[in-house]
């Protein structure tokens, strides 16, 4: 059975960092490019990040360049979100999901994902 654990969410003030951890089961890690996607209120899901277990390319979407870094620990089956500099239009729902890339690493669909972490940030 497929499993994707998220961890980490919480309130946070602009300006601050949160660290969100996704742990993976129940298939072969390395086959699979792992990322995040968030959806807030009233708003669409946006693909946030994704990174290959199998080479590590990584994809980052505009909004949240240069402030989020994502990685892997192949070891552990676990990928990490870092969010740095956070701002409150990054308050969602967090989601680990297995993403679904087109040849250039774009995620466009995810085939798996798990329950969300909330993450708040307060202006």
């Known amino acids: 059975e497929v499993q994707l654990v998220e961890s980490g969410g919480g309130l946070v003030q602009a300006g601050g960092s949160l660290r969100l951890s996704c742990a993976a089961s129940?298939?072969?890690?390395?086959?699979?490019?792992i990322g995040w996607f968030r959806q807030a209120p009233g708003k669409e899901r946006e693909g946030v990040s994704c990174?290959?277990?199998?080479?590590?390319?990584?994809y980052y979407a505009d909004s949240v360049k240069g402030r989020f870094t994502i990685s892997s620990d192949n070891a552990k089956n676990t990928v990490y979100l870092q969010m740095n500099s956070l701002k409150p239009e990054d308050t969602a729902v967090y989601y680990c999901a297995t993403c679904i890339t087109t040849a250039l690493g774009v995620p466009y669909e995810y085939d798996y994902w798990g329950q969300g972490t909330q993450v708040t940030v307060s202006s």
């Open positions: 990174i290959s277990s199998s080479d590590g390319s990584t």
């Open positions: 129940g298939f072969t890690f390395d086959d699979y490019a």
